[in-house]
């Protein structure tokens, strides 16, 4: 910023100016006049010393009669007076212009303090003021990224969506399909294991059927043979009889 040089200058200007001025102070209190009179106001000398002069009339015999009279104490009491107005005017020169430039240092110490404070408070409002805005701006500009998260997130979950969508359209026709060919694998094997059946059916039909006429033959060429075995009986016992 570029009234913060002014204030840190303004602010250091104050400082050393304050040191001036608390030096000179310590030096304009330790003047014997202004100190003596600034501690006893001229208004009060003149009661203080008028009494001290009556109680000095009043209060302080000496042996044979009064030394300090009335008159004496009315010259002392003008004599004190001018005395002190003297010293009073003397301190006033002495410390009127040291006074005056104390004052002006502290005129101006407060001027500075004055012009300091005001641009310390410039300062703060124009920072704040820009605080205000960087953060005006700053959540602006966080919105509008939230904005186009939100919009990229629903862009990105309907993108995915449809992916999930033409995936699971495209898993199910190919399960459709590895179904359907399993289903015509076993159909093939059945009709194969049923086709094996069958021959095999057909074949063991042909062997009874072979069996049996073997059999029928045989037991008919068995029968033959009793037959005619018993035709030659027959034959013996009747020629057997005739003759």
């Keep these: 910023m570029s009234s913060a040089p002014d204030e840190h200058r303004l602010l250091e200007e104050f400082r050393a100016l ?3 001025t608390k030096r000179k102070l310590r030096w304009f209190r330790i003047l014997p006049l202004p100190l003596l009179f600034g501690l006893i106001p001229l208004r009060l000398f003149v009661p203080l010393l008028l009494i001290g002069h009556v109680a000095a009339v009043l209060l302080i ?10 008159q004496q104490a009315g010259v002392s009491f003008a004599v004190s007076l001018g005395c002190v107005i003297i010293l009073h005017l003397l301190g006033r020169l002495m410390g009127g212009p040291p006074a005056k430039r104390l004052a002006a240092s502290i005129a ?7 012009a300091c404070q005001k641009t310390a408070e410039a300062n703060y409002q124009k920072e704040s003021e820009r605080l205000r805005h960087d953060a005006e701006t700053r959540t602006e500009q966080l919105h509008q990224h939230w904005n186009q998260a939100v919009n990229q997130a629903e862009t990105m ?11 699971l359209s495209r898993a199910a026709a190919k399960s459709e399909h590895l ?22 059916m057909e074949a063991e039909r ?5 069996s049996r006429s073997a059999k029928k033959k045989q037991f008919e060429s068995s029968q033959q043979t ?15 009889v005739y003759d």
């Design 18 to 20: 304050f040191a001036v």
């Design 61 to 70: 015999p000496r042996p044979g009669g009064r030394v300090f009279t009335w």
């Design 108 to 114: 101006g110490a407060r001027a500075r303090l004055v």
């Design 157 to 167: 979950r309907n993108d995915l969506q449809r992916h999930l969508d033409a995936k």
């Design 179 to 200: 179904c359907q060919q399993g289903l015509e694998h076993l159909q093939q094997e059945r009709d194969r294991h049923a086709g094996r059946l069958k021959d095999e």
């Design 206 to 210: 042909a062997r009874l059927e072979s």
């Design 226 to 240: 009793q037959w005619q075995v018993l035709e030659v009986e027959r034959r013996n016992t009747t020629q057997a």
